[in-house]
């Protein structure tokens, strides 16, 4: 038979389960059975170190690149940026600069991901290299060597567009190894005071380099999957669609890119599928669009924003 | 064989009182933890730095409030991808995107009852938690190679809406709606 003290130790592992079956459906399994825990916490049917048990547990097993916040997305890719700008030195023209900008944050409006924490924000590099960098939370970076393969602004904008498809698909977070993330997330304090103590903050701060170091290694040195390239790249169409852009620009761009592009080099040519495969890929979601007539009062200010790139 | 009909008697009576203990769970439930979370599915926190609040589901619709980070909204309307919402208990509304908004739990406000009734026992915070400024402090001691006054300058590039539009107007490019 069951008596009344065991009703009560067995009560809060009922209710833990039914929340759990509950709310399944309308919630993460890792954030229900948080709720729980914290509930039945500070009802006193559990105490409160079995409760940050539970939740201590939970955590460890179910966290994922995704459930960074803005925040902290904001925080790693404002290190991530300060790596790139280790290795080139900004191009310091504010005309050109702030023509990239103006697209850049014209077209992010229109990606499924328009609001960040600080927002996007563009930087030329001075480099003959073709390359660009999409730092997560929306920093990012394109040299003089890839704005010489746009032939027109409506190119540019889908320069800047695949670039924010790697920020608003999080293809920079998806870099981080799993174990890093549980690192980062374990050695967070739960609850209770907002400041860590030293030794949490060391923990904290040596998963947040290696972090910095698994999404530059990526970003710089390996290269995303060629998948991860195609999506951006799908990403980047359905934004010149939605803004008024020409989708058929990031073709055009990228058939200049073939031909300015040395095989041997270490940018895009290292990092990227090559450009004809990335326009053979393409031209199921441009095909559908009929080209824009570039205006004239366009051409102009494109030529002379970007006139000695 | 005697035993075993005990076994099996005592076994019934045992899974009654599970039974006894799952009703009175769904009760439990039922009156005090759903109607919390039902009416937590209607509240979301705002998620960046600084929402702006719009005129119209559209990021061209004038700017009426800024909600700094961590304000709790209630949603009054879905409309693709724009939520018009409203802070309880200020009589402030406006549409903001769905990126704007989190179901999260950023900061823990007081002052409304809305709020109160929201938050049960012991919600986590998520403001400032994880990697955060100290943590880039840290890291920027560890590697003093790395410069970051360009990443700041970088984030005083920034446009306004009206200059934007001017922007779209001029190259004849038509207006951005946001996707999703």
Not at chain 1, 185 to 193: D, H, K, M, N, P
Request: proline share 3%.
């Amino acid at each position: 038979m069951i008596n009344a003290a065991q009703y009560a130790i067995r009560l809060p592992l009922y209710l833990l389960l039914l929340a759990i079956i509950v709310f399944t459906g309308c919630q993460t399994m890792e954030s229900v059975i948080t709720t729980a825990a914290t509930v039945a916490g500070s009802q006193g049917m559990i105490d409160n170190s079995q409760a940050d048990t539970i939740i201590k547990h939970t955590s460890a097993v179910s966290r994922s690149f995704e459930e960074f916040t803005p925040e902290q997305e904001y925080y790693i890719g404002r290190s991530v940026a300060a790596v790139v700008l280790s290795k080139y030195s900004p191009y310091m023209n504010k005309k050109a600069n702030d023509y990239v900008n103006i697209i850049g944050q014209t077209v992010a409006l229109a990606s499924d991901l328009p609001e960040t924490f600080a927002g996007y924000h563009f930087l030329i590099l001075n480099s003959d290299e073709v390359n660009a960098f999409a730092a997560p939370g929306g920093l990012i970076f394109v040299t003089r060597g890839l704005l010489r393969c746009c032939p027109s602004e409506d190119a540019v904008a889908a320069v800047l567009a695949h670039e924010i498809g790697h920020t608003q698909n999080k293809h920079g977070l998806q870099a981080i190894k799993r174990a890093r993330i549980t690192q980062a997330f374990t050695s967070l304090a739960l609850e209770g005071a907002k400041t860590f103590g030293r030794q949490e903050l060391a923990q904290l701060t040596e998963a947040f380099e290696g972090t910095i170091s698994d999404i530059t290694g990526t970003m710089i040195n390996n290269g995303y999957s060629r998948s991860l390239e195609y999506d951006a790249d799908r990403t980047a169409v359905t934004i010149l669609s939605r803004v008024g852009y020409d989708p058929h620009a990031l073709t055009e761009m990228l058939q200049m890119m073939g031909k300015r592009l040395n095989p041997k080099g270490l940018d895009f040519a290292k990092t990227h599928p090559s450009p004809s495969s990335r326009v053979a890929k393409i031209k199921m979601y441009t095909d559908k669009y009929s080209p824009v007539l570039i205006p004239e009062a366009r051409k102009v200010r494109f030529a002379k924003a970007l006139a000695n790139i | 064989m005697r035993k075993s009909i005990l076994y099996n008697l005592s076994e019934k009576i045992r899974i009654m009182s599970h039974l006894k203990v799952i009703l009175f769970s769904f009760i439990f439930l039922g009156m005090f933890v759903l109607p919390g979370v039902a009416g937590y599915q209607k509240l979301l926190s705002v998620q960046i730095r600084e929402a702006q609040l719009r005129s119209s589901p559209s990021f061209l619709g004038k700017i009426t409030n800024r909600l700094a980070y961590g304000r709790i909204v209630e949603v009054l309307k879905d409309q693709g991808a724009w939520k018009r919402v409203a802070v309880p208990g200020s009589g402030i509304q406006g549409w903001v995107h769905v990126s704007t908004l989190t179901t999260k739990k950023i900061a823990l406000q007081s002052g409304t009852a809305d709020v109160k009734s929201s938050v049960t026992g012991a919600e986590l915070a998520l403001a400032g938690k994880g990697f955060n400024a100290a943590v880039e402090d840290e890291f920027k001691k560890k590697n003093s190679n790395l410069d970051f006054t360009w990443v700041d300058r970088m984030e005083t590039l920034k446009f306004t809406t009206e200059e934007i539009q001017e922007f779209l107007r001029d190259g004849h490019v038509i207006t951005p709606e946001g996707g999703v």
